[in-house]
């Protein structure tokens, strides 16, 4: 498996996890350097991540 393809099943992985954990979402939207930090992606992922998780808040 490339690593591409591993993080994009961690995104996928953390914008499910999101959507079901209303908690985990939350810390999410409040300190998503802190929350991502915990997941080894790359800076483009994350923003990706931050993008979508501010399309589910809105």
Known sequence: MDSRQKEAEIISEILLRAASEPDFRNEL??????????????????????????????
């Open 29 to 58: 939207i409040k300190d998503p350097a802190m929350v991502l930090e915990k997941y080894n992606v790359s800076p483009e992922a994350k923003l990706v991540i931050r993008r979508s998780i501010i399309d589910l808040t809105q």
